[in-house]
């Protein structure tokens, strides 16, 4: 009896919807991120809307901004605070006026990354 070849499938990216704003593409991120804490399989094509990357590329980009310092220690405290509770901070608010600039400063430094590699609009 003749055993069956491995061959792999092809492989050819989907061209996925990509984000709106650094801010939509941060809180799907915290969004899958819990998800695969809780246990669930993260895979690319699976969702009902395909996007253009998966939520580790998200996360190696702010990996790469804090480790050339571009992101200090409380950009990140404030994106994992806020990204957890899916609501940006209030700038209007009191006690909220730091993390507010601190939330706006992350997102547009991700968003210029996340814009060059496609990401985001």
Not at 9 to 28: D, S, V
Not at 66 to 81: A, G, K, P, T
Not at 100 to 121: P, Y
Request: charged share 30%.
């Amino acid at each position: 009896m003749q055993r069956e070849r491995y061959a792999p499938k092809p492989y050819f990216p989907q061209a996925g919807l990509p984000f709106a704003t650094a801010e939509e593409a941060w809180f799907w991120f915290v969004q899958c991120f819990q998800a695969r804490r809780a246990g669930a399989r993260i895979g690319a094509g699976r969702g009902e809307t395909v996007r253009p990357c998966d939520p580790d590329d998200v996360l190696a980009a702010v990996n790469r901004l804090y480790r050339r310092r571009c992101l200090r220690r409380e950009h990140l405290l404030v994106l994992s605070e806020y990204g957890e509770r899916l609501l940006p901070p209030d700038g209007n608010r009191k006690g909220e006026a730091a993390a507010a600039r601190l939330w706006e400063e992350a997102l547009d430094r991700l968003a210029c990354v996340l814009r060059s590699k496609g990401i985001v609009q």
